[in-house]
């Protein structure tokens, strides 16, 4: 779980400094780096995995740093392993090179567990060298994944790597081929695409049970002829069946064949169930294309998720019928402050209050009162 991370330099974000719950609702108007905020947190991810293809994705150093400023790009993040009681911290940055604005250097990074550090490099220097003898002369990349043999080190990594989930689930999803986000991430990938191996790791889990049934019980809530949603093999799957209980028939239908809505729904319920669970899971603004009675529903499934350990949730939202499922202690603001960059903060504590003592309904941020961050002015 994150507990609390840094941003500074990513895109609309200046300086983000910001204490994460274990669900947590951005809102806030369009355009103002809601999910900028949750793509900081997989351009981290994807580059401890791919390096510099993780920059191609996002289209370039100058696409990523904000415009104007050449300022280092830093991420700081306080974060929990389950099994550990002491949180771990890690910070990582990129910096122009001194003789070469243009050229783009990974300049720090620092891992400790507790008030212990495990390693630190600045710049190319080494503050605190983990091995046995003197260090080699640092270098310009990541060394969160080159020690394996301190456990700590092979755990902060795959939190961050493997543990991180992101999505942002379109119209289309399990109806057509899509590009994988790469083999290196386990369970659900980004777009879904592995969803015939998701869903069989979680039918051949039979300790727990529990995931498969509770999937079901949540789709016939939103159509109640629905009967089952099986693989049609478990060696070889290549498709998912939808059974259809009409009075005493039973029709199988193919996934696809369902409902952009409907399909939705099932994608943000595997992510949430898949075996084992994700350390964090990110979603862009779920409610899209979901029928509104239905986000009640998957309100209390991202609420229940860290209690029953399938993963801290983090989303964004601009739905009044799904934020009404939240407290407001698990909501924070977005907006831009009077230099047009994002600044994240929790609600209002006016606005707090009048939440608690059920004066304005969650929703109504959205609607009729404007969240704002605390310490904005009215």
């Known amino acids: ?46 580059y401890l995995l791919r390096g510099d293809t993780a920059i191609q994705q996002e289209g370039g150093w100058p696409r990523i740093w904000p415009f104007g400023t050449r300022a280092p790009l830093l991420f700081s993040i306080r974060f929990a392993i389950p099994g550990y009681t002491k949180p771990f911290s890690y910070t990582i940055s ?54 394996p043999t301190l456990s700590e080190a092979v755990l902060a990594y795959t939190a961050w790597t493997s543990g991180i989930g992101w999505h942002d689930f379109p119209a289309t999803v399990f109806t057509q081929g899509a590009s994988n986000t790469g083999p290196e991430l386990n369970g659900l990938d980004d777009s879904a695409s592995n969803f015939l191996g998701v869903i069989r790791d979680i039918t051949k889990d039979l300790r727990n049970q529990h995931a498969r049934r509770q999937i079901v019980a949540r789709i016939k809530q939103i159509n109640p002829t629905v009967d089952s949603l099986e693989l049609d093999s478990i060696i070889q799957p290549q498709r998912v069946v939808v059974a259809h ?122 609607t009729v009162d404007s969240a704002r961050p605390a310490g904005a002015s009215v």
């Open 245 to 366: 209980k009409l009075g005493d028939r039973r029709i199988g239908l193919d996934l696809s064949q369902e409902s952009d809505g409907f399909r939705r729904y099932y994608a943000h319920l595997l992510a949430l169930y898949q075996t084992p669970p994700k350390q964090v899971l990110m979603f862009e603004e779920p409610e899209n294309g979901i029928y509104p009675g239905a986000l009640r529903n998957l309100a209390e499934e991202f609420k229940s998720a860290p209690s029953a350990a399938r993963g801290q949730v983090l989303l964004t939202t601009q739905s009044p019928e799904l934020l009404d499922g939240f407290a407001p202690e698990e909501l924070r603001v977005v907006d831009l402050n009077e230099h047009q960059l994002t600044r994240i903060g929790p609600l209002d504590p006016d606005q707090a209050d009048a939440l608690r003592t059920q004066l304005l309904e969650p929703g109504e941020l959205l």
């Open 94 to 147: 990129w910096a122009s090179h001194p003789q070469n604005p243009a050229a783009i250097l990974l300049n720090a990074e620092r891992l400790a567990l507790g008030g212990d550090v495990i390693f630190d490099r600045n710049e190319r220097t080494w503050v605190k060298w983990p091995g046995d003898g003197p260090p080699p002369a640092a270098e310009s990349r990541v060394y969160i994944n080159s020690f």
């Open 1 to 46: 779980m994150i507990e609390h991370i840094t941003i500074r330099n990513f895109k609309s974000i200046g300086d983000v400094s910001v204490d994460l719950s274990p669900v947590t609702v951005l809102i806030g108007r369009s355009g103002v780096g809601k999910s900028n905020f949750l793509r900081a947190i997989r351009f981290l991810r994807n």
